[in-house]
C-alpha cells in the first residue's frame, strides 16, 4: 500500500549507523512504527542478523516522514513526497551534514521541491495556490550530529518524578 522504489545501488553516505532505537528516540517515531515502514519497504535499513541498522539517509528520511506525519500529512501524501527525497536526498547529504549548505523541503503534498536557495523558496511560496508546508531537512540532519545533552530537572518525564517523589 506505501510501497516506493528501492534505492539505485548508490552506498550509503558516510560510515555512522543508527539503530531502532536510535532513530526512534532521535524522530520520535516509535519502534513498531519503524518496524512497519522496513515491511512495507517505505524506509528500508540494512539487517545485521535481527537488527536494522539505519544510514544516515535513512535517519533524514524517518525524521521528514515524522514532521510530515505531525503536520498532518495523509501517508499517501507523504509517499509522493518520500520519492522526491530518495530520490535527491543522496546528492544533498553531504552538503546539509557537513554544514555547507541548507536544504528545505516545501511541499502542499502534490508538488515537493528540495531546496537550498532561499530566493527560491520564497517563489515558490508565493506561486503556491494552496497552503506549502516546510520541513528544514538541515535542522533534522544536524540533531543527529548534536552531541547529545543531558535533560535539565525540568525535562524529566513525569515518571520519574513520581517515582522520586515516593
Known sequence: MFKTKGRASAAPTGGKT??????????????????????QKVVSPRHEGHKRVY???????????AELR???????????????????????????MSGDGELNLLTDGKTVHLESDRDRIVEHLKAAKQAMFLVAVTDQ?????????????????????KSKAM
Open 18 to 39: 543508527f539503530s531502532s532505537a536510535d532513530v526512534s528516540r532521535l524522530s520520535g517515531v516509535s519502534l513498531r512504527q519503524l518496524q512497519w515502514w522496513d515491511e
Open 55 to 65: 544510514h544516515m539517509e535513512e535517519v533524514v528520511e524517518v525524521s521528514v516522514i
Open 70 to 96: 505531525r503536520k498532518g500529512f495523509s501517508l499517501q501524501k507523504i509517499r509522493r513526497v518520500l520519492r522526491v527525497v530518495q530520490r535527491e536526498m543522496g546528492k544533498h547529504i553531504e552538503q546539509v
Open 141 to 161: 540532519a544536524k540533531r543527529l550530529t548534536a552531541t547529545p545533552r543531558k535533560p535539565v530537572k525540568s525535562e524529566a518525564p513525569a515518571a520519574v518524578k
